[in-house]
């Protein structure tokens, strides 16, 4: 069993940054696969990254990519989502979650969610 609490969201001005973390519960932690994936007011979950056990592999969602970085720390039982260049699409609850096993980058595919935190870029 795993438990994730996002943190870190808040309200920026367009361009700027911010860095978002994901602590987890849990001793196997650094077993698990994350992801991150954010949900815009009436819009679906769209996924954003991931990040596999041993921070060898990552994946972007091509709206992110080039802009946002997925790094852990296993010691820390934390992963971060570094977000630059912000706009203000952007905008909405970032989730993470995880799971046991490869890293994927569908919904379905992580059991462990966190509660979201809010993100709103301002124009």
């Known amino acids: 069993q795993v438990q994730l609490v996002e943190s870190g969201g808040g309200l920026v001005q367009a361009g700027g940054s911010l860095r978002l973390s994901c602590a987890a519960s849990g001793s196997t932690f650094s077993t698990y696969a994350v992801g991150w994936f954010r949900q815009a007011p009436g819009k679906e979950r769209e996924f954003i990254g991931a990040?596999?056990?041993?921070?060898?592999?990552?994946y972007y969602g091509e709206s992110v990519k080039g802009r946002f970085t997925i790094s852990r720390d296993n010691a820390k039982n934390t992963v971060y989502l570094q977000m630059n260049s912000l706009k203000p699409e952007d905008t909405a609850v970032y989730y993470c979650?995880?799971?046991?096993?490869?890293?994927?980058?569908?919904?379905?595919?992580?059991?462990?969610w966190g509660q979201g935190t809010q993100v709103t870029v301002s124009s």
């Open positions: 979650a995880a799971r046991e096993g490869l890293v994927v980058t569908t919904e379905r595919g992580y059991k462990y």
């Open positions: 990040i596999n056990w041993s921070a060898t592999i990552t």
